[in-house]
């Protein structure tokens, strides 16, 4: 399976801390933010990486992370030219870096200590489908996708940001997909916000009944606001003191 990482965008919720720099180098504790996805993908077993970011700040991450070898990986590169042009369509940079293998992808921005090898491991076995990852939290605050999960762990439905959500599992930004994610990612339109949304990409798995949910004990989506970073990076703090991370 090859990783992906996701780390564009324009973080202007996050600004003037984003104004010279892309979010995912900003600090959150003790280490840049974009460690944690990548060691995350270090310890579900994934060994060839490719992230995504802007053209502005792609050499400050070949700076820091360099080849990959500091963490036992391989590192690759790619530009994503346009930095709002969802999730979708930078998972799709990675099309031929893939070719006919599975793909783990993670947002540079989500902290978490769940160990994803298990799963990964799973899913290597599977033939077909996608697997998102979801966490329980507060989700009438209209902040983040909903997952609501059937018995056997198929989706039953995905909102996004819904005022009335069907359950109290938000939606997190890791996802596992089979090789056939780049020829769904063809076949999408964009959205009102002009973007290659990832909820209409995981609708292609939901309606063929192949897309299934697991849920992780905790996560931060530290990029969205000063407040989350705040709270990631004081969340970490206490991770660490416990020996999660």
């Known amino acids: 399976m090859k990783g992906v990482i996701l780390a564009g965008g324009l973080a202007t919720r996050l600004r003037p801390l984003t104004l010279v720099t892309n979010k995912h180098?900003?600090?959150?504790?003790?280490?840049?933010?974009?460690?944690?996805?990548?060691?995350?993908?270090?310890?579900?077993g994934i060994k060839e990486i490719l992230l995504t970011s802007s053209p502005h700040h792609a050499g400050d991450f070949a700076n820091l992370l360099k080849s990959g070898e500091d963490f036992g990986v391989r590192l690759y590169y790619a530009i994503q030219q346009n930095p709002t042009g969802g999730i979708a369509d930078g998972i799709a940079l990675a099309r031929e870096f893939a070719?006919?293998?599975?793909?783990?992808?993670?947002?540079?921005?989500?902290?978490?200590?769940?160990?994803?090898?298990?799963i990964v491991d799973k899913f290597q076995d599977k033939k077909r489908g996608a697997v998102i990852f979801g966490t329980e939290m507060d989700t009438t605050s209209?902040?983040?996708?909903?997952?609501?999960?059937?018995?056997d762990g198929k989706v039953l439905s995905i909102e996004?940001?819904?005022?009335?959500?069907?359950?109290?599992?938000?939606?997190t930004g890791i996802y596992m997909y089979d090789e056939r994610v780049f020829e769904f990612i063809k076949k999408m339109k964009p959205s009102d916000r002009g973007q290659l949304e990832v909820t209409d990409l995981n609708n292609f798995y939901l309606k063929e009944g192949t897309l299934e949910c697991e849920t992780i004990d905790w996560w931060i989506d530290a990029g969205t606001s000063p407040n989350e970073l705040l709270r990631a990076g004081n969340m970490v703090c206490?991770?660490?003191?416990?020996?999660e991370l």
Do not use: C, W
């Open 25 to 44: 180098l900003l600090p959150v504790y003790h280490k840049p933010m974009i460690y944690y996805p990548l060691e995350a993908m270090v310890k579900a």
């Open 99 to 118: 070719k006919d293998e599975k793909t783990l992808v993670i947002l540079g921005d989500n902290i978490f200590s769940f160990n994803l090898k298990r």
């Open 142 to 151: 209209g902040q983040y996708g909903v997952v609501e999960i059937g018995k």
């Open 160 to 171: 996004e940001k819904p005022k009335n959500p069907k359950s109290e599992i938000a939606q």
């Open 238 to 243: 206490e991770k660490v003191k416990e020996g």
